[in-house]
C-alpha cells in the first residue's frame, strides 16, 4: 500500500515509465532466454552461428547506447524511446516468423538497436521529470524492472509448452502495446534542455572529457559485473549445491520477494542519512561479501544468502548511483551522459565477467572457493574506487538535475 501511495505521488509519466519498465523487462525475458535452445535444437544451427547472432544484438545494444543517449537529448527522449519500442516490436517479430540467418541477423540487430535508444532515453526522461524525488523515482523503476524480469522467464516457460513462436509474437506483442500506450499517453518532458550547439561530436567530446564521470563510470564495474552473477554464478552454484536444475530459479525468487518489500524502504530511509558516494560505497561492499558465504560453506542456503546479500546491495547503490549521473554535467546532456555510462561500463563489465569465467573455469580444477573469492575482490575495489571519489569531492550531491552544477567544473581526478 505504501509503495502504491508512493507511485501516485509522481507524474502521469513517470508512472507510465515505471509500467513500461515491467512490460520492458516481461517481454523481454519472456523471449531473450530461451533464444539460444530455439537455435541450437528448433533451427539446428551450429553453437558459432547461435555466438553471433546472440552477439550482434548485445554488440548493437551496448555500443549504440551513445547514440541513444545523444538522441534523447537532441530529439526529445519520448520520441526515442516510442521509437525503440516499436523498433523492439519488429526485431522480436522477426524472431518468430523468420528461420533463415540473414532474418535473424536482421531481428538481432533491431532488437539490440531498440534497447541501445529506449534505455538511456528512459532514464533520462525519469531523471528529469521525477526532480528532487530521483533517488525514489529509480528505486521504484527497479522494482518495476526486477517484477519483470521474474514475470518474463515464467511467462516464457509457459509459452514455450506451445512453441515459440507464440513465445516471440507474445513478446512482439507486448511491445506494440507499449509503442501505442507511449504514443498516446507519454506527455512531452516538462524540462527539457536545449543541447549546445557545439553538434554530436562536441557533446561527446564534452562528457568523455569529463574525467569525474569516466572515473565513477569505471569505478562502477563491480556493479555490472556482479550484478551478472545472478545469470551466471550464483545459478551454477545453487545447481551445484542441489543437483536440480530448478535451484536456480530459487535465487531469482528470493532476490524478487526483496526487492519488492524492501527497495522503496531502502532508499528513503538512506536518503536522509548521509551523502550519496557513502551508500554507493557501502552498497558495492555489501554486493562483494555476498559471494564470501558461497566460497567458504557447502549446501543451498550459503548460496541463497549470497543472492539476498547481492541484491539487498544492488537495492542500496543502484538508485543513488542513477540519481547521481544527471548531476555530472548540464541538463541538455542527461541522456548522453547515461549513454556513455552504459558503454564505459558496460565494456569494462565484459572484461570483469571474461575475468570471473575464467575463475570458474579455473576453480573447477580444485579450488572451487576462486570464482566467489574474484567476485568479492570486484566488490571491494569497486567500493574503494566510489569511496576515493567521494572524499576528493568529485562526485555531485543528490539533487535535481536542474540544480547541480557540473562535477567538471568542480573537481577533476
Same mark, same amino acid.
Given at each position: 500500500?505504501?509503495?502504491?501511495?508512493?507511485?501516485?505521488?509522481?507524474?502521469?509519466?513517470?508512472?507510465?515509465?515505471?509500467v513500461?519498465?515491467?512490460?520492458?523487462?516481461?517481454?523481454?525475458?519472456?523471449?531473450?532466454?530461451?533464444?539460444a535452445?530455439?537455435?541450437?535444437?528448433?533451427?539446428?544451427?551450429?553453437?558459432?552461428?547461435?555466438?553471433?547472432?546472440?552477439?550482434?544484438?548485445?554488440?548493437?545494444?551496448?555500443?549504440?547506447?551513445?547514440?541513444?543517449?545523444?538522441?534523447?537529448?537532441?530529439?526529445?527522449?519520448?520520441?526515442?524511446?516510442?521509437?525503440?519500442c &516499436?523498433?523492439?516490436?519488429?526485431?522480436?517479430?522477426?524472431f518468430?516468423?523468420?528461420?533463415?540467418?540473414?532474418?535473424?541477423?536482421?531481428?538481432?540487430?533491431?532488437?539490440?538497436?531498440?534497447?541501445?535508444?529506449?534505455?538511456? =532515453?528512459?532514464?533520462?526522461?525519469?531523471?528529469?521529470?521525477?526532480?528532487?524525488?530521483?533517488?525514489?523515482?529509480?528505486?521504484?523503476?527497479?522494482?518495476? &524492472?526486477?517484477?519483470?524480469?521474474?514475470?518474463?522467464?515464467?511467462?516464457?516457460?509457459?509459452?514455450?509448452?506451445?512453441?515459440?513462436?507464440?513465445?516471440?509474437?507474445?513478446?512482439?506483442?507486448?511491445?506494440?502495446?507499449?509503442?501505442? =500506450?507511449?504514443?498516446?499517453?507519454?506527455?512531452?518532458?516538462?524540462?527539457?534542455?536545449?543541447?549546445?550547439?557545439?553538434?554530436?561530436?562536441?557533446d561527446?567530446?564534452?562528457?568523455?572529457?569529463?574525467?569525474?564521470?569516466?572515473?565513477?563510470?569505471?569505478?562502477?564495474?563491480?556493479?555490472?559485473?556482479?550484478?551478472?552473477?545472478?545469470?551466471?554464478l550464483?545459478?551454477?552454484?545453487?545447481?551445484?549445491?542441489?543437483?536440480?536444475?530448478? &535451484?536456480?530459479?530459487?535465487?531469482?525468487?528470493v532476490g524478487?520477494?526483496?526487492?519488492?518489500?524492501?527497495?522503496?524502504?531502502?532508499?528513503?530511509?538512506?536518503?536522509?542519512?548521509?551523502?550519496?558516494?557513502?551508500?554507493?560505497?557501502?552498497?558495492?561492499?555489501?554486493?562483494?561479501?555476498?559471494?564470501?558465504?558461497?566460497?567458504?560453506?557447502?549446501?543451498? &542456503?550459503?548460496?541463497?544468502?549470497?543472492?539476498?546479500?547481492l541484491?539487498?546491495?544492488i537495492?542500496?547503490?543502484?538508485?543513488?548511483?542513477?540519481?547521481?549521473?544527471p548531476?555530472?554535467?548540464?541538463?541538455?546532456?542527461?541522456?548522453?551522459?547515461?549513454?556513455?555510462?552504459?558503454?564505459?561500463?558496460?565494456v569494462?563489465?565484459?572484461?570483469?565477467?571474461?575475468a570471473?569465467g575464467?575463475?570458474?573455469?579455473?576453480?573447477?580444477?580444485?579450488?572451487?572457493?576462486?570464482?566467489?573469492?574474484?567476485?568479492?575482490?570486484?566488490?571491494?575495489?569497486?567500493?574503494?574506487?566510489?569511496?576515493r571519489?567521494?572524499?576528493?569531492?568529485?562526485?555531485?550531491?543528490?539533487?535535481?538535475?536542474?540544480?547541480?552544477?557540473?562535477?567538471?567544473?568542480?573537481s577533476?581526478?
Amino acid at each position: 500500500m505504501k509503495t502504491w501511495h508512493e507511485i501516485r505521488r509522481f507524474p502521469l509519466a513517470v508512472r507510465l515509465l515505471l509500467v513500461n519498465q515491467l512490460g520492458v523487462n516481461t517481454g523481454f525475458y519472456l523471449l531473450i532466454p530461451y533464444l539460444a535452445t530455439h537455435l541450437t535444437e528448433n533451427l539446428g544451427l551450429s553453437a558459432a552461428v547461435v555466438g553471433v547472432v546472440l552477439g550482434v544484438r548485445n554488440l548493437s545494444q551496448q555500443g549504440l547506447f551513445i547514440i541513444g543517449g545523444s538522441a534523447s537529448d537532441r530529439l526529445g527522449a519520448r520520441g526515442v524511446i516510442i521509437a525503440g519500442c &516499436a523498433l523492439r516490436t519488429l526485431g522480436f517479430a522477426l524472431f518468430a516468423l523468420g528461420d533463415g540467418l540473414a532474418v535473424l541477423l536482421a531481428a538481432s540487430v533491431l532488437s539490440g538497436v531498440a534497447g541501445a535508444l529506449f534505455n538511456p =532515453a528512459v532514464r533520462a526522461y525519469l531523471a528529469q521529470e521525477a526532480g528532487e524525488n530521483r533517488a525514489e523515482a529509480f528505486a521504484l523503476f527497479n522494482v518495476f &524492472a526486477t517484477a519483470g524480469a521474474l514475470i518474463g522467464p515464467l511467462l516464457g516457460s509457459v509459452l514455450l509448452l506451445v512453441d515459440f513462436r507464440t513465445s516471440a509474437l507474445t513478446a512482439a506483442g507486448i511491445f506494440a502495446v507499449l509503442t501505442v =500506450a507511449q504514443a498516446l499517453v507519454l506527455p512531452a518532458e516538462q524540462r527539457r534542455a536545449e543541447p549546445s550547439g557545439s553538434g554530436l561530436i562536441g557533446d561527446w567530446r564534452e562528457v568523455l572529457g569529463n574525467r569525474s564521470f569516466l572515473a565513477f563510470a569505471l569505478a562502477m564495474v563491480g556493479m555490472f559485473t556482479l550484478e551478472n552473477q545472478l545469470y551466471l554464478l550464483l545459478p551454477d552454484g545453487a545447481r551445484d549445491a542441489t543437483g536440480w536444475d530448478g &535451484a536456480a530459479g530459487l535465487v531469482f525468487l528470493v532476490g524478487t520477494v526483496a526487492n519488492l518489500v524492501l527497495q522503496l524502504r531502502i532508499t528513503r530511509s538512506l536518503k536522509t542519512r548521509g551523502s550519496r558516494g557513502r551508500w554507493i560505497a557501502v552498497g558495492l561492499t555489501v554486493m562483494g561479501v555476498a559471494f564470501l558465504p558461497p566460497a567458504f560453506l557447502p549446501g543451498l &542456503a550459503p548460496v541463497l544468502a549470497g543472492a539476498l546479500l547481492l541484491y539487498t546491495g544492488i537495492m542500496i547503490a543502484q538508485p543513488f548511483v542513477m540519481e547521481l549521473i544527471p548531476g555530472f554535467g548540464r541538463p541538455g546532456l542527461t541522456g548522453t551522459y547515461f549513454g556513455i555510462f552504459y558503454v564505459v561500463s558496460g565494456v569494462a563489465a565484459a572484461v570483469g565477467n571474461a575475468a570471473v569465467g575464467w575463475a570458474m573455469d579455473t576453480g573447477a580444477q580444485g579450488a572451487s572457493w576462486l570464482p566467489w573469492a574474484c567476485c568479492a575482490l570486484f566488490g571491494v575495489a569497486s567500493a574503494l574506487g566510489v569511496a576515493r571519489l567521494h572524499r576528493r569531492g568529485a562526485l555531485p550531491p543528490g539533487t535535481a538535475p536542474e540544480a547541480a552544477a557540473p562535477v567538471g567544473e568542480r573537481s577533476r581526478v
